[in-house]
């Protein structure tokens, strides 16, 4: 089954750090641009990051620049981010998505791992 | 940076025919995409590069793209067609609409 299944999401306080997974299965992760997204409860969608299918490239929202990393495993299936000095307005789902390049637009989902900020 | 607008809710009757706007300045000169999220689910693709529909999608979705407004439109409404949608475009970076609610009647 094609699939992909976001982990690592939890409680945190404002300034701390947490490292979100993403593991792909039933398909050929290293072939794929991947993304994260996320959504602040009751709002709407917010693109995060994307990677290149070998990493080398990377790129961020502007507001997650310097706090936010985006990397991937391809031999593990596995793509991550690492988030530090999280905020409070960074509480949401993130999602994990493939990338169709040609586009720019996200073809499949994870469901999701919620992050919460809070003291 | 570049703006979406969509509206905040669209109603179709049962068995109807619903149209949710995506408005961005000359938008038909972009790639638009369309996304479904049902409550507690994660986002679905319904529409790529304007038109097209992803393999599992019923006929009943399409869209177009022209001007400064894309349309999507789901020809006879399902109670299962109650959603948030979502349109995005890559302008310098991905760019999401607002979101609209459907409700069907």
């Known amino acids: 089954e094609v699939q992909l299944v976001e982990s690592g999401g939890g409680l945190v306080q404002p300034g701390g750090s947490l490292r979100l997974s993403c593991a792909a299965s039933?398909?050929?992760?290293?072939?794929?641009?991947m993304s994260w997204v996320r959504q602040a409860p009751g709002k709407g969608l917010e693109w995060v990051a994307t990677i290149k299918q070998d990493g080398t490239e990377k790129y961020y929202e502007d507001s997650m620049k310097g706090r936010f990393t985006i990397s991937r495993d391809n031999a593990e299936n596995s793509l991550y981010l690492q988030m530090n000095g999280l905020r409070v307005e960074d509480m949401a789902v993130y999602y994990c998505a493939t990338v169709e390049p040609v586009g720019w637009y996200f073809d499949l989902w994870g469901r999701g791992t919620l992050v919460t900020v809070s003291s | 940076s570049y703006d979406l607008t969509q509206p905040l809710s669209v109603s179709v009757a049962l068995g109807q025919t619903a149209r949710i706007t995506c408005g961005g300045n000359n938008i038909g000169g972009k790639n638009v995409h369309w996304y479904q999220q049902k409550p507690g689910q994660a986002p679905v693709l319904i529409i790529y590069r304007d038109s097209n529909r992803p393999s599992g999608i019923p006929e009943r979705f399409s869209a177009s793209n022209s001007g400064n407004t894309a349309t999507l439109t789901i020809n006879r409404a399902q109670a299962g067609d109650e959603a948030d949608y979502y349109c995005q475009v890559w302008d310098s970076s991905t760019v999401f609409g607002g979101g609209t609610k459907l409700t069907v009647l």
């Open positions: 039933g398909f050929t992760f290293s072939r794929f641009w």
